[in-house]
């Protein structure tokens, strides 16, 4: 396979360590510079518990792609920083595969628009699991014979933004194909405001931190005299690094914006 050359921003956090792993694992993937907030001019391998990589660490990602030749940006950083920098990746022509999560639709509309001006591959991945984007497509499934529904996603007690984007994408992925539709009764209310949880298009979310937990999702469809529920469960971040390898593999073939692995799972 030809070589693909890889800058990862965010490499001490949980999934960027884990990533580091994976690249390493990888003989085709060759990481050429990392992105942290400090570090700079360390390798990888000077910093304890990192793999022995030898990629120059910058803190400025225009700088290290000024610096360096990369086919990849790898983000997993915060939606703030991690939106910087794929406005970055695509003036240099480099490839965003991008893990971070908490893109509005506006962010995601405006970066379509880039990527598609330069025709460039970019993929956006709320969720690399392979199981929690079978979860989702099982999820749209069954809308279609269950109207009543209720997520409830579960996650760490350090997780940023909610609903999660796994939460949302299923809440999106069910309204494609399920009539908009007011759940419970007409006349409830509630004693304590965010009770019932959020809604989108009259699907419930309810979001749960806690610590302990990695990444989880329930899906509960109700009907008459029956509830069916799918759920998903990530234990590990290495449950998402296949679909971190199979992005990676796929953005150096597309020429567009592909938001969601459920696009390129085959
Ligand atoms: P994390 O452990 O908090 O790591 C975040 C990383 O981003 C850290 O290395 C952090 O560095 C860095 N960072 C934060 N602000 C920065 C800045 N201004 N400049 C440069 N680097 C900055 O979080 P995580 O669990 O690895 O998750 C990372 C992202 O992936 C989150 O958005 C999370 O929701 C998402 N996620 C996605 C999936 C998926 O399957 N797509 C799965 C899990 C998580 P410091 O240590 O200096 O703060």
Same mark, same amino acid.
């Given at each position: 396979m030809e070589p693909i050359k890889i800058v990862i921003a965010g490499p001490r956090g949980r999934m960027g360590r884990e990533a580091l792993e994976l690249i390493h694992k990888t003989e085709h993937f060759i990481l050429v510079g990392a992105v942290d907030?400090?570090?700079?001019? #360390? #390798? *990888?391998? +000077? *910093?304890?518990?990192?793999?022995?990589? +030898?990629a120059v660490i910058f803190t400025d990602l225009e700088r290290c792609l000024q610096e360096v030749n990369a086919d990849v940006l790898l983000d997993l950083t915060t939606p703030e920083i991690g939106r910087a920098h794929i406005k970055i990746a695509i003036q240099y022509g480099v490839r965003p595969v991008v893990g971070t999560t908490g893109f509005t639709q506006d962010d995601l509309k405006e970066l379509e628009l880039l990527v598609e001006d330069k025709k460039l591959g970019a993929i956006i991945a709320p969720n690399f699991a392979v199981g929690a984007i079978l979860m989702m497509k099982f999820s749209q499934m069954a809308a279609k014979y269950f109207q009543d529904i209720e997520i409830i996603e579960l996650h760490h007690d350090q997780k940023l933004d909610a609903p999660s984007g796994t939460g949302i994408k299923t809440a999106e992925l069910i309204a494609q194909v399920r009539d908009s539709k007011k759940q419970g009764h007409p006349n409830e209310y509630e004693h *304590?405001?965010?009770?019932r949880g959020a809604e989108y298009d009259g699907i419930r979310l309810h979001s749960v931190r806690l610590p302990g937990l990695v990444a989880h999702q329930e899906v509960l469809f109700g009907g008459e005299g029956q509830t069916l529920t799918i759920r998903h469960d990530s234990y590990n971040r290495a449950s998402f690094m296949s679909g971190v390898k199979l992005a990676i593999d796929t953005v150096m073939k597309i020429d567009l914006l592909v938001y969601g692995l459920e696009n390129i799972l085959e």
């Open positions: 907030r400090t570090n700079e001019g #360390k #390798k *990888i391998s +000077d *910093i304890e518990g990192l793999p022995p990589l +030898d *304590i405001e965010g009770a």
